[in-house]
């Protein structure tokens, strides 16, 4: 029971493999791929995590307290993760002008 | 590791696998922020409130909008031009 | 898919037998996370840890962030570049109640993202989490009120000059650092009370200057997504890259 958290962590990362090697949709993929940063982020946190202690803010006095670097690592992950899906889109959107579909088989085959 | 957390993380599980299973992009986009709202539960219950606050402004304000415009932008020219709709 | 199913199922076995040598969960043992807990509040004077570890202690991942921010937001500018026929399309919002009550929920939302990035280094928050919510606020003006509104609030110049001005910010505060405090990104500000809002030395600068990136480039982003949805059909053409 306590590989819980790091069995989930897989579980999630290969799920959201399987929805981007599987995908008929562009749109589809990149959502996938989020679905894959998110195991990542569960990971860092499980990792982090302390029996019996609290969040990281000492108001109003010292406790004991999980790893706040890790908690630091993927909050601004979190953030930047959604203009790097929006580039992935951006690029998905020009694939649909040039060739007609967002099937990425379907683009494989269109030559420019 | 209390009950709460084991619940929660067999529901987290479930909604990626959920999220991974729905292929229209409009619905997935929906599904998505669902799958966002259980892992704010997640990561309060890891203890990590920056990291829930983090998430949760950015799977109900910056992904829905993102997935929304470019999914009304795909439909709107694959109406207009040819018929390439995935069921 | 039979393919897969076999690799995915050995690379499933790697991944479980790789996190099986991991400690038990909740038995985290290392010293950086516990040394940073002890000396976070009395070194720096603010109470939220994971704060002034993302705005200090790495404050140099933090600075790389923002310019892989930066940088995207550059990419997607560069790729749906067009400036279009402005052609507005007729989408005013016509019902009373919802544009007196988004008038309300945009000004609520505003509020609420300048309470979270104000209260950064002493209460969960921050200029990430609170530049993504004013992003909302200023997103929301165009569901309740229509693309004209959005339009005439949110110019386009602007917003690209805002949002590099607060990626600039946090550089030169760094190099400020240089000069005051003898380290890139060094803290030069009196250290204050902790738990107050004058506290934490420099961080509160760093804190506004990485709001506004946020928020500005989160807004850019949708302003150009925007304006390729509002082209007609068939007058877009991608920017030629490089084949």
Known sequence: MSYLPYALAGWIFVVGLYGVVSSRNLIHLAVCLTVMQSGTYVLLLAIGYKNGAAAPIFRPSHHPAVDP?????????????VTVVALILALALAAHKESGSVNPEEIADFSG | ????????????????LAVVLQRDPL??????????????????????????????????????????VVIARVRNRGEEATDTADP | MIGFAIAGAGFAALVFWALVGLPDFGHYHWPYGNALNAIATPERHATNVVGITVFDYRG????????ILFASVVGV????????????????????????????????????????????????????????????????VYVVGGYRQYHSLLPHSPLEMAEAFGAGAFAILGFVGIV????????????????????????????????IEVCAALVVLFSEFLKIYMLPAASWTPEEGPR
């Open chain 2, 27 to 68: 619905r997935q986009a929906i599904v998505n922020s669902l799958y966002a709202l259980l892992l704010v539960v997640l990561f309060m219950v890891f203890q990590a409130p920056d990291v829930a606050l983090s998430m949760l402004v950015v799977g109900s304000i910056a992904y829905p909008l993102v997935l929304l």
């Open chain 2, 1 to 16: 590791m209390i009950p709460l957390q084991v619940v929660i993380i067999v529901l987290v599980g479930g909604g990626a």
């Open chain 3, 77 to 140: 500018s560069l790729l749906l570049r067009k400036d279009p026929e402005e052609h507005v399309p007729a989408d005013e919002v016509r019902s009373d109640p919802i544009r007196a009550l988004g008038a309300v929920a945009v000004v609520l939302l505003f509020v609420l993202g300048l309470w979270v990035v104000a209260f950064g280094y002493v209460t969960p928050g921050g200029g990430f989490q609170g530049g993504v919510a004013l992003a909302g606020a200023f997103l929301l």
């Open chain 3, 60 to 67: 140099l991942d933090t600075l790389g962030e923002e310019f």
């Open chain 3, 180 to 211: 005051y405090a003898g380290a890139y990104l060094g803290n030069f500000l009196g250290l204050g009370n902790a738990g107050s809002l004058y506290s934490a030395g420099s961080v509160p600068l760093l804190n506004w200057a990485t709001a």
């Open chain 1, 69 to 81: 670097v890790v908690q630091a690592l993927t909050l601004t992950d979190i953030v930047v993760s």
